[in-house]
């Protein structure tokens, strides 16, 4: 058995005693108050473990905090966690969501899959990459027709001379094809898309299809229509622009102006957002057809079923779910399944805090660790501490 062994140990008030510690088990240091149990795992096990990822991490002595260890470590020491009871230092407004890091992770998928909400007119836009646009390309037959359109938004007659001048010639105004070098453009209209290219679907074009790609975007902020003579029409927008209005769209999910974010004020939920901390043309736009707003007030369960549900709909690659699934089967695990995912800390009991902490160590799958635990079943019923063990 390997162990963790420690000489002349006599941090604070400890007498100076040499210790064998066993690794690969589980290890439980009783005593009475004030005997020194902390002293011993956390302020020179737990400190040892820091100031080595410190030394590992190159960091220059002087800036290492005045260590109070006293004790000679004579073996090596596996990396250690640790988890105090300092639940004072909680942020209490911070949510369960965000401490699991699943508004982060959303905010990723979001980059992907969301559907931006445009401030202008509603219109909830998808982005996509160039990728996303040549795999759809891709996906065609050869020999499938289609038109590489540019929608236009600005009817000004002086946007139109400005595509006449640059020598593009032919647009769709109200679904007729109609060359303006050849006839007027007509009074009134609708809908105006300019018709960049007419395309056949083959093996030698995708060069072609990019090279359009890239002239979108300086000429029509990468606002794409492919429509195939069949019929069917799809819609591409390279850049956050607004593919109906072309206002700009949001980059990044914006915080709640009213609340700054925090979600509360005095522990009474912000009247803008509802306590859910962004902007509401945030909450208002989707991913995976869901609202913002709804995701947020999922609990975990749900979470995880939408998760699943979606998974292989939008192939969500594995990679991505893996981590988060372990720590929603965690939380499960601890009961902690049912409290959504925009719950304050504040608004947790002092044993629902304690599985919290306990969720964030264990929920990231390491192995070979050395975990440190300060009276972790403190405010946990007898039933929760007979599963924790
Ligand atoms: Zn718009
Ligand atoms: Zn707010």
Known sequence: MNYLKLQEVSTHNLKG??????????????????????????DTIAQLGKEKLLQILNYDKEFFPLSSIKAKLISSLPPVIGLSQGIKEWYPYKTFGEFLFIVQFL????????EYKCFGCGYLNKISSFEDTISYYKTLKNGTRFYFLLPVFEYSPKALEYFVSQGY???FIDGKEIDLSEEEIPSKFKEIYLILDRMIKDEKSIERFVENLRLSLSLNQGRIVLKLLDGESKFFNLKTVCLKCGNYLFTKWYKCKQCNGLGYKERIPCKACKGLKFDNIVLASKLFGKEIREILKFDLKEFKSFLKENKKKYSIPEDWLNNIFYKLELADFLGLSDIPLSTPVFKLSLGQRKLLEILLIFGINFTQCLYVLDEPSLGLDLETKEKLL
């Open 17 to 42: 005693f040499n210790l064998d510690i066993p690794l690969n088990t589980f290890v439980v240091i009783t005593g009475p108050s004030g005997s020194g149990k902390s002293s011993l795992a956390f």
């Open 107 to 114: 905010e990723t998928l979001f980059i992907k899959w969301g």
């Open 169 to 171: 010639t032919k647009f």
